[in-house]
């Protein structure tokens, strides 16, 4: 299917069932159905800042990538949101109280790995965080608002919002016509899926340990 269907649809196609997996894994059905606490909010909140960090932590580098250079946009930056975040949520003492569940160091490290060595891969992970963010990251803030009465786009859901974005769903076609136009041999784009899948599954085991970690405080 290489070259009649554009990869956009490719990598779509080649993460759905893994999706679905995720948006209905039962840490976050039980976090945004009210069943756990705003801890479990925080903990999640603080997970992400360690995969942030890894995405984001070599974009200086990957900027000049004449691979990855084109996806690299200050406009989805989140590192300093999620700071902003946590500081709102936990207190400004966040980092000293803040540790990586051992699949978030996992993710992080592999995030970081392709980022150093593999910018195509870089890419299935850029892909699967930041176009995930600005779709259904839309639906986790709302319910976190309204959950934990956070200020509506404000301290607490900053991660959500994307100020420099100021269309969505424009960004999204620009961002997949991206995709669309990756000078890839066949060989290639087989591994930027695999890792794409490979992306998708790194999120669930972190969910699953955060499931784990909540199991017994999950409230009846
Ligand atoms: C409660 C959890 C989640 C919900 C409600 C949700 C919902 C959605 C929705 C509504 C879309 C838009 C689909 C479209 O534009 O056609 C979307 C797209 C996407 N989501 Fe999620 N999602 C969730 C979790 C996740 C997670 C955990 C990841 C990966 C870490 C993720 C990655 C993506 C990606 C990469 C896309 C873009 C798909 C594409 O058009 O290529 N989502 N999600």
């Keep these: 299917m290489s070259d009649t269907v554009p990869f ?9 069932r893994q999706h679905t997996e995720a948006e209905n894994s039962r840490f976050m059905a039980d976090m ?11 903990r999640y909140t603080g997970q992400l800042w360690f995969v942030y960090r890894a995405l984001e932590g070599r974009w200086d580098e990957l900027a000049a990538d004449p691979v990855a250079g084109p996806f690299i946009k200050p406009e989805l930056a989140r590192t300093a949101e999620l700071e902003r975040d946590l500081t709102h949520l936990v207190g400004p003492d966040w980092r000293a109280g803040l540790t990586a569940l051992p699949a978030t160091a996992a993710y992080a490290a592999r995030i970081d790995e392709c980022a150093r060595d593999w910018p195509a891969g870089y890419i299935a992970h850029h892909y699967t965080r930041y176009l995930g963010d ?16 956070l200020p509506h786009r404000g301290d607490g859901v900053r991660f959500y919002v994307f100020e420099g974005v100021r269309n969505p769903a424009a960004f999204k076609r620009e961002y997949r016509a991206l995709l669309d136009e990756l000078d890839l041999d066949d060989l290639e784009r087989r591994r930027v899926l695999d890792e794409g899948q490979r992306a998708f599954s790194l999120n669930t085991a972190v969910f699953a340990e955060l499931d784990a970690e909540f199991a017994e405080r999950r409230l009846s």
């Design 32 to 42: 945004l159905g009210g069943m756990l606490g705003l801890d479990s909010y925080q």
């Design 134 to 149: 600005l779709s259904g990251g839309q639906v986790i803030r709302g319910t976190a608002e309204k959950l934990w009465d």
């Design 8 to 16: 956009s649809v490719q990598i779509r196609t080649a993460t759905e």
